[in-house]
C-alpha cells in the first residue's frame, strides 16, 4: 500500500523555467510586509513564503504564484 513505489518520474513532467529552459530551481522566499494597519496583532510583521527560483536565471516560475497574492511581487516582463 505505498504510493510512493508507484510513482513512475519518468512519465512525470519535469519542471523547466518559462525563461531560459532550466530544469534545475532553487529554494527561494519572497518577504511579505505586513503593516500595523493590517496586520492582526496591530504590529508590523514580515511573513516569509517559500518559493524556488530557477537556477539559471532566477526567475520564479508564474505557476508558484499563481492564486499567492505574491505575482505582484515579482517583477514580470510584460
Ligand atoms: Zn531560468
Redesign the pocket.
Known amino acids: 500500500m505505498d504510493t510512493q513505489t508507484s510513482i513512475d518520474l519518468s512519465k512525470m513532467e519535469t519542471m523547466k ?1 518559462e ?4 530544469s534545475l530551481f532553487s529554494i527561494a522566499y519572497i518577504i511579505k510586509r505586513i503593516s500595523a494597519i493590517m496586520s492582526p496583532t496591530g504590529e508590523e510583521s514580515i511573513v516569509p513564503v517559500q518559493v524556488y527560483s ?1 537556477d ?4 520564479v516560475p508564474e505557476v508558484l504564484l499563481k492564486g499567492s497574492g505574491l505575482s505582484d511581487a515579482i517583477e514580470t516582463s510584460e
Not at 19 to 22: A, D, L, N, V
Open positions: 523555467c525563461q531560459c529552459g532550466s530557477c539559471g536565471c532566477s526567475k
